[in-house]
């Protein structure tokens, strides 16, 4: 039987390879063929293998032909309306994927892309010939009961079918029920996926499902295993003199933790002297020794190293580490001994560190403050808290002083500042949203991120220059093409910026300044941000553009972050003249890994934080549909226009809302024009907006002018 396959298989191929064939449709080749109408399928069959083996190509007319297209392999990213694009390492463009040459690859799938000849749109075109690699293996979703079998909606908007559930794997699923379905068979062009109920999460009107429902979804893991619990309160004891042997000793030296009032897992301490003689500022960053607790290879680093860093939802925390060492022994409690890893700088009146040592000790923090607090005394002025603190108030105004400094070093080489305002949303004891606003950038928040950025800076160049093996935070310089056509957009609003492809973040940087207040502001600070490259862990030191550094890593987040941690480990031994040829053999071979899988579990981290802010701001807005808002016009393209409110909540406004008129969109100013009325709607323009409908299931937030229909 198989060679008969093969036999006909061949002939198949000699057909459409033969100098006199003309392109011809399935149907076509069937009567040339002369195949019997119950042959069809295996013809279909054969036609499907020759083009998953790239040997012919499908037209977009569906005729068949012999493959001269060029291959490529990338990643491909679905769409909610079932086509997609395929990005491909190293080129500037991505290929656009229609929905009827898909090929059953899902989101996030590695694939081959056949491109087609000739350009029709903006963007090649192209088929997907073959899936190499699958990306999804489980779905979320919500089950649909038949009589017989049932259905699982995704929770994921980019996966456009549905899967088919038997009655005998729907594990006793009803209408309603969240589940973790596991995928059994990918389906085809013409048959759903099937799958098998994995886990039933709960019914998704249950308080805390739909939270739930995304941490499935994106495989984030809940529970530590118990053999992990026990060894973290098994290694959780408290701080002995025989642990502070052969460390420097600072519990005598002045510090504070400053994080927000809600934070348990405290891994950061600051002190700082001013030497007036010398003209010098003492800072010291003392950073949590998790290493000291969590051993290598042990089950707490194998657990930690496979989540990556801590998860933090809007109503929970999914921690790196257990709870005993996160918020226990390896939180800097004020008025205990801690064992850490200090940076202890001298740096001059121009922010430059002239001196360093990086070094074990044993710590005592005297206060733990709140972001709050200190903004009410350096900022507020106020008296009551100034009194409550009257030992410390001096530390904090140099402190102040020194922030600024270092700021303004930086901001002179060109580091970039994104000033997106994050959301803060406060949900009640159901896991309702009662209030989003934007999360406070104050002074204390500026300040303890200028201590972490010359503490990360430091250690960063001290590691490079002894070229031990190390894990870097890295940030490329952007694509010059994206960077082109960033120029091209800007142009249009009068803006410029120079040096090309090859840019300088100082450019960047003005561009930002230049647009400050601005009705373009939003949109051309996202669009900058989004011609830049993602950053990412590395073994190799190849900077960061965004800061403008040189040299830079992640050394200050150990309890919430696996590369603070590994790098903690890699400081350790050099300080303790162990970093053998062996050791450094060992780092040489496992690091790679280690920062490709910290990149990864951070970008799950974020789309999952992301998807869970998205999520309650729908939930929130729906409890206010009808109501009316004012917002700014944040956003543009021929379907409508977004607007974002001073909470931080962005929705649309459809062209099927506005109602008075027939717009018109110009793509080269983002304006919207209405053909009769004149009516235009502009970047960066208040407007008053009703709220017309929240999607909780869809995710999006629809708004309409108020005044219209």
Same mark, same amino acid.
């Given at each position: 039987?198989?060679?008969?396959?093969?036999?006909?298989?061949?002939?198949?191929?000699?057909?459409?390879?033969?100098?006199?064939?003309?392109?011809?449709?399935?149907?076509?080749?069937?009567?040339?063929?002369?195949?019997?109408?119950?042959?069809?399928?295996?013809?279909?069959?054969?036609?499907?293998?020759?083009?998953?083996?790239?040997?012919?190509?499908?037209?977009?007319?569906?005729?068949?032909?012999?493959?001269?297209?060029?291959?490529?392999?990338?990643?491909?990213?679905?769409?909610?309306?079932?086509?997609?694009?395929?990005?491909?390492?190293?080129?500037?463009?991505?290929?656009?994927?229609?929905?009827?040459?898909?090929?059953?690859?899902?989101?996030?799938?590695?694939?081959?892309?056949?491109?087609?000849?000739?350009?029709?749109?903006?963007?090649?075109?192209?088929?997907?010939?073959?899936?190499?690699?699958?990306?999804?293996?489980?779905?979320?979703?919500?089950?649909?009961?038949?009589?017989?079998?049932?259905?699982?909606?995704?929770?994921?908007?980019?996966?456009?079918?549905?899967?088919?559930?038997?009655?005998?794997?729907?594990?006793?699923?009803?209408?309603?029920?969240?589940?973790?379905?596991?995928?059994?068979?990918?389906?085809?062009?013409?048959?759903?996926?099937?799958?098998?109920?994995?886990?039933?999460?709960?019914?998704?009107?249950?308080?805390?499902?739909?939270?739930?429902?995304?941490?499935?979804?994106?495989?984030?893991?809940?529970?530590?295993?118990?053999?992990?619990?026990?060894?973290?309160?098994?290694?959780?004891?408290?701080?002995?003199?025989?642990?502070?042997?052969?460390?420097?000793?600072?519990?005598?030296?002045?510090?504070?933790?400053?994080?927000?009032?809600?934070?348990?897992?405290?891994?950061?301490?600051?002190?700082?002297?001013?030497?007036?003689?010398?003209?010098?500022?003492?800072?010291?960053?003392?950073?949590?020794?998790?290493?000291?607790?969590?051993?290598?290879?042990?089950?707490?680093?194998?657990?930690?190293?496979?989540?990556?860093?801590?998860?933090?939802?809007?109503?929970?925390?999914?921690?790196?580490?257990?709870?005993?060492?996160?918020?226990?022994?390896?939180?800097?409690?004020?008025?205990?001994?801690?064992?850490?890893?200090?940076?202890?700088?001298?740096?001059?009146?121009?922010?430059?560190?002239?001196?360093?040592?990086?070094?074990?000790?044993?710590?005592?923090?005297?206060?733990?403050?709140?972001?709050?607090?200190?903004?009410?005394?350096?900022?507020?002025?106020?008296?009551?808290?100034?009194?409550?603190?009257?030992?410390?108030?001096?530390?904090?105004?140099?402190?102040?002083?020194?922030?600024?400094?270092?700021?303004?070093?930086?901001?002179?080489?060109?580091?970039?500042?994104?000033?997106?305002?994050?959301?803060?949303?406060?949900?009640?004891?159901?896991?309702?949203?009662?209030?989003?606003?934007?999360?406070?950038?104050?002074?204390?928040?500026?300040?303890?991120?200028?201590?972490?950025?010359?503490?990360?800076?430091?250690?960063?160049?001290?590691?490079?220059?002894?070229?031990?093996?190390?894990?870097?935070?890295?940030?490329?310089?952007?694509?010059?093409?994206?960077?082109?056509?960033?120029?091209?957009?800007?142009?249009?609003?009068?803006?410029?910026?120079?040096?090309?492809?090859?840019?300088?973040?100082?450019?960047?940087?003005?561009?930002?300044?230049?647009?400050?207040?601005?009705?373009?502001?939003?949109?051309?600070?996202?669009?900058?941000?989004?011609?830049?490259?993602?950053?990412?862990?590395?073994?190799?030191?190849?900077?960061?553009?965004?800061?403008?550094?040189?040299?830079?890593?992640?050394?200050?987040?150990?309890?919430?972050?696996?590369?603070?941690?590994?790098?903690?480990?890699?400081?350790?031994?050099?300080?303790?003249?162990?970093?053998?040829?062996?050791?450094?053999?060992?780092? &040489?071979?496992?690091?790679?890994?280690?920062?490709?899988?910290?990149?990864?579990?951070?970008?799950?981290?974020?789309?999952?934080?992301?998807?869970?802010?998205?999520?309650?701001?729908?939930?929130?807005?729906?409890?206010?549909?009808?109501?009316?808002?004012?917002?700014?016009?944040?956003?543009?393209?021929?379907?409508?226009?977004?607007?974002?409110?001073?909470?931080?909540?962005?929705?649309?406004?459809?062209?099927?809302?506005?109602?008075?008129?027939?717009?018109?969109?110009?793509?080269?100013?983002?304006?919207?024009?209405?053909?009769?009325?004149?009516?235009?709607?502009?970047?960066?323009?208040?407007?008053?907006?009703?709220?017309?409908?929240?999607?909780?299931?869809?995710?999006?937030?629809?708004?309409?002018?108020?005044? &219209?229909?």
């Amino acid at each position: 039987m198989g060679n008969l396959y093969e036999e006909r298989r061949q002939k198949v191929y000699d057909l459409i390879c033969d100098r006199h064939y003309v392109p011809m449709k399935i149907k076509e080749i069937a009567i040339v063929m002369q195949v019997a109408r119950e042959d069809r399928p295996e013809l279909e069959k054969i036609l499907a293998d020759l083009q998953a083996d790239g040997k012919i190509e499908c037209t977009k007319r569906g005729k068949y032909i012999k493959a001269e297209s060029v291959r490529l392999t990338g990643i491909f990213s679905a769409t909610a309306k079932g086509f997609g694009f395929v990005e491909v390492e190293g080129r500037a463009e991505d290929v656009f994927i229609p929905e009827n040459h898909v090929g059953g690859a899902m989101h996030g799938d590695t694939v081959e892309v056949s491109v087609l000849p000739g350009r029709t749109g903006k963007r090649c075109e192209g088929v997907i010939t073959k899936v190499c690699e699958r990306a999804v293996t489980e779905v979320v979703g919500t089950y649909e009961k038949c009589r017989n079998y049932g259905f699982v909606v995704p929770d994921n908007q980019k996966i456009t079918r549905d899967i088919f559930v038997p009655q005998e794997w729907s594990k006793g699923a009803v209408d309603g029920h969240k589940v973790l379905v596991e995928l059994t068979d990918y389906g085809s062009q013409m048959k759903n996926p099937e799958g098998k109920v994995k886990q039933i999460i709960g019914h998704k009107n249950d308080p805390g499902v739909d939270i739930l429902s995304i941490v499935y979804a994106h495989g984030l893991p809940l529970e530590f295993p118990e053999r992990v619990l026990n060894q973290a309160a098994r290694v959780a004891k408290p701080v002995s003199e025989a642990d502070c042997a052969g460390r420097l000793d600072l519990r005598g030296v002045t510090m504070v933790t400053i994080d927000g009032e809600d934070a348990k897992d405290l891994d950061d301490a600051v002190s700082l002297s001013y030497d007036e003689e010398k003209a010098v500022w003492h800072l010291g960053v003392h950073i949590a020794d998790v290493t000291n607790y969590v051993q290598e290879n042990s089950a707490l680093d194998c657990v930690a190293r496979e989540r990556g860093t801590s998860v933090y939802l809007t109503d929970r925390v999914i921690p790196m580490l257990p709870h005993t060492l996160s918020n226990g022994i390896c939180s800097l409690n004020a008025g205990e001994d801690r064992l850490a890893l200090s940076c202890l700088m001298d740096i001059d009146g121009k922010g430059n560190v002239i001196g360093h040592e990086i070094a074990e000790t044993v710590i005592c923090v005297d206060r733990r403050m709140s972001y709050t607090s200190v903004k009410k005394i350096l900022t507020d002025g106020d008296e009551a808290e100034r009194e409550e603190y009257r030992e410390l108030v001096p530390m904090f105004e140099q402190m102040e002083t020194l922030a600024q400094i270092l700021r303004e070093k930086r901001r002179a080489r060109g580091s970039i500042d994104f000033d997106f305002p994050e959301s803060k949303i406060i949900l009640d004891e159901k896991g309702r949203p009662l209030e989003i606003k934007p999360y406070e950038r104050n002074t204390a928040t500026k300040m303890i991120e200028d201590f972490m950025l010359i503490a990360n800076e430091t250690v960063a160049q001290d590691y490079y220059w002894q070229g031990l093996p190390f894990v870097y935070r890295v940030h490329d310089n952007p694509d010059p093409e994206k960077i082109r056509q960033l120029a091209v957009f800007i142009a249009n609003f009068g803006y410029g910026i120079r040096g090309g492809g090859d840019i300088h973040p100082k450019e960047l940087q003005k561009l930002l300044a230049r647009i400050e207040d601005s009705p373009q502001q939003s949109l051309i600070s996202r669009l900058t941000l989004r011609s830049m490259k993602q950053a990412k862990y590395s073994p190799q030191c190849s900077g960061h553009f965004g800061l403008a550094a040189k040299y830079y890593c992640h050394f200050t987040s150990p309890i919430r972050r696996y590369p603070d941690l590994q790098i903690h480990r890699i400081i350790k031994e050099n300080l303790r003249g162990r970093m053998t040829p062996e050791r450094i053999q060992h780092y &040489e071979e496992i690091l790679p890994g280690v920062a490709e899988n910290c990149s990864k579990t951070e970008r799950r981290a974020e789309e999952a934080e992301r998807e869970t802010v998205k999520m309650k701001m729908v939930e929130y807005m729906h409890g206010h549909i009808g109501e009316t808002f004012e917002g700014v016009i944040s956003g543009m393209n021929s379907y409508g226009f977004f607007v974002e409110l001073p909470n931080t909540v962005e929705g649309m406004v459809h062209v099927s809302n506005l109602i008075d008129d027939h717009y018109y969109y110009d793509e080269t100013t983002y304006e919207m024009t209405g053909s009769s009325t004149g009516r235009v709607y502009r970047m960066g323009q208040k407007i008053k907006v009703i709220v017309a409908d929240a999607d909780k299931e869809l995710r999006t937030i629809d708004f309409r002018p108020a005044g &219209e229909g």
